[in-house]
């Protein structure tokens, strides 16, 4: 039973979990006390993210051979579009199987694959069977696989939405697909009608592919403090090195980017995020900062000790002259 976890020097958070160690309920953001006291024999391992980022490079590459249609969902995900190689479901299983074989034999990696109408369904398949599966869901196999699904497994769907929707009395997406569109709209704003449709399975998101390498989509950093604190000096102060960070890393990259989102843990792992966006786009650390710390005076500061401090700029562009703000 394996754990993730950052800098042994410092302290950190578990990032991620072997399959082995999650029925012990381990989770990433939890603490390295929290997973040692649920799991004892758990064997921490130090994350290499420039290794992580090289495989999933090296992977995305092996899936542009089944399709130019390609689309980065997180570091670890992809969705392919293959309607137009694919004549039948039949067709898109043996593709699916031709994927696993491939990542097998390049990486010495298994993964797990599924297939639906829509990323949606799709996602939910690939989720089903891990970490070696191939799930496919055909459009009339929809309702019934969803019927009973607890309402946790639809991607999308956090803790607190979870909560939320449990005291609506829904449990399951079968019970999110019947709940009237009005209702969760006039509780959850816009959300509301995309909530209700994916507990009838709809989903018409486009896959977002790019012609030669992942889009990047936001960049951001964290950070676990050494200890949590409700100083209100050293938190301005993490999030201006956060920002500062942050901005280095869209320079380096040619990107400035218009939202700025800023995530805050407090000591009981409660996990507050905002986002901003502003009419210009920004790759500056002191800019960066002054968005992030307006979110925080005005919504994100509650009182409570903050244990993780997390700075993301996204709506991503490719810097050029015209888009500096004068």
């Known amino acids: 039973m394996y754990a993730v976890r950052g800098n042994p020097e410092t302290r950190t958070v578990v990032s991620a979990a072997s399959y082995e160690a999650k029925p012990f309920g381990i989770k990433a953001g939890m603490s390295i006390g929290e997973v040692r006291r649920l799991c004892p024999p758990a064997v921490f391992v130090i994350g290499n993210l420039a290794k992580y980022v090289d495989t999933a490079r090296q992977i995305f590459n092996i899936l542009r051979q089944f399709s130019v249609k390609t689309e980065v969902f997180s570091s670890n995900e992809d969705f392919l579009e293959i309607t137009d190689t694919c004549p039948s479901y039949d067709a898109a299983l043996a593709v699916g199987q031709a994927i696993k074989k491939a990542i097998l034999a390049k990486m010495g990696l298994t993964c797990s694959v599924g297939i639906g109408p829509n990323k949606?369904?799709?996602k939910l398949g690939s989720d089903r069977q891990k970490p070696d599966g191939l799930v496919l869901v055909k459009p009339e196999w929809v309702t019934a696989t969803l019927e009973n699904l607890p309402i946790k497994e639809l991607c999308g769907v956090s803790r607190q939405m979870e909560k939320h929707l449990h005291a609506l009395g829904i449990y399951t997406c079968g019970d999110l697909g019947r709940y009237p569109a009005s209702i969760l709209r006039q509780h959850f704003g816009i959300i509301g009608e995309a909530l209700h449709n994916m507990g009838l399975g709809v989903d018409c998101t486009p896959v977002h592919y790019s012609d030669e390498e992942p889009v990047v989509r936001s960049m951001g950093h964290t950070h676990t403090l050494a200890r949590d604190t409700t100083n209100l000096e050293e938190i301005r102060r993490n999030i201006f090195s956060l920002s500062e960070q942050v901005a280095v890393r869209l320079r380096k990259d040619n990107y400035c980017g218009r939202t700025v989102c800023?995530?805050?843990?407090?000591?009981?792992?409660?996990?507050?995020?905002?986002?901003?966006?502003?009419d210009y786009f920004l790759d500056s650390g002191y800019d960066i900062y002054q968005q992030a710390w307006q979110i925080f005076t005005q919504v994100g500061w509650h009182g409570k000790s903050i244990r993780l401090i997390g700075i993301s700029v996204?709506?991503?562009?490719?810097?050029?002259?015209?888009l500096y703000r004068i």
């Open 120 to 122: 949606l369904i799709a």
């Open 314 to 322: 996204s709506s991503l562009v490719r810097k050029t002259r015209q």
């Open 262 to 278: 800023l995530i805050l843990r407090y000591s009981d792992f409660f996990t507050f995020s905002r986002h901003l966006t502003v």
